[in-house]
T-cell receptor, first 120, second 109 residues
Framework: DAGVIQSPRHEVTEMGQEVTLRCKPI?????LFWYRQTMMRGLELLIY????????DSGMPEDRFSAKMPNASFSTLKIQPSEPRDSAVYFC??????????????????FGPGTRLTVL | DAKTTQPPSMDCAEGRAANLPCNHS???????VYWYRQIHSQGPQYIIH???NNETNEMASLIITEDRKSSTLILPHATLRDTAVYYC??????????FGAGTRLTVKP
């Protein structure tokens, strides 16, 4: 398996432009996560999907950010309009929760290589 | 916000064991402890997880105290390639992982 695929790997844009980040999760995984990482705030969970449905978007910073998962093999994170403070590395991760005998489940999240976004 | 606390940095000599502590005093009964690491410029990588028993895999060992309020990740023979930021996370069934600042481990020759 190629792992989680993200594109583009690097994006440089000007303030006010629309930015679309793309993610292809690992085949068979039913959960997908978008994270943002900056020096100041570390690694933050933005939103996650289970079976293509957004479950928790409380980490999305504001209305300029939106995420979609139209099918099990593709997700996008869109910023419109972009601002310099959006500059960060954006990671996508996917997982497939495993059930254990206790009835609980655990999951290992597999992260993509990230997209480094610079907004000038 | 993260519910775990870790020292910001540690050093370890190459070939020696690296012991990385984590406090998770508010952990609840059904929450697992996960460890991930992030090597510079890469995405985080899963290492190991546990509920209440000690665990070992090909990468590391995880020692969880009996009261489950703290744990230690052990890299038995650290190499230079183990230099990374190590994150300790507690997570329940809703997949909601909150990363803290982690511990920056530097393995020195």
């Amino acid at each position: 398996d190629a792992g989680v695929i993200q594109s583009p790997r690097h994006e440089v844009t000007e303030m006010g432009q629309e930015v679309t980040l793309r993610c292809k999760p690992i085949s068979g995984h039913n959960s997908l996560f978008w994270y943002r990482q900056t020096m100041m705030r570390g690694l933050e969970l933005l939103i996650y999907f289970n079976n293509n449905v957004p479950i928790d978007d409380s980490g999305m910073p504001e209305d300029r950010f939106s995420a979609k998962m139209p099918n099990a093999s593709f997700s996008t994170l869109k910023i419109q309009p972009s601002e310099p403070r959006d500059s960060a590395v954006y990671f996508c991760a996917s997982s497939s929760p495993q059930n254990v005998a206790s009835g609980s489940s655990y999951n290992e999240q597999f992260f993509g290589p990230g997209t480094r976004l610079t907004v000038l | 916000d993260a519910k775990t606390t870790q020292p910001p940095s540690m050093d370890c000599a190459e070939g020696r064991a690296a012991n990385l502590p984590c406090n998770h005093s508010t952990i609840s009964g059904n929450e697992y402890v996960y460890w991930y690491r992030q090597i510079h410029s890469q995405g985080p990588q899963y290492i190991i997880h546990g509920l209440k028993n000690n665990e070992t895999n090909e990468m590391a060992s995880l020692i969880i105290t009996e009261d489950r309020k703290s744990s230690t990740l052990i890299l038995p023979h650290a190499t230079l390639r183990d230099t990374a930021v190590y994150y300790c996370i507690d997570i329940n069934n809703n997949n909601d992982m909150r990363f803290g600042a982690g511990t920056r481990l530097t393995v020195k020759p």
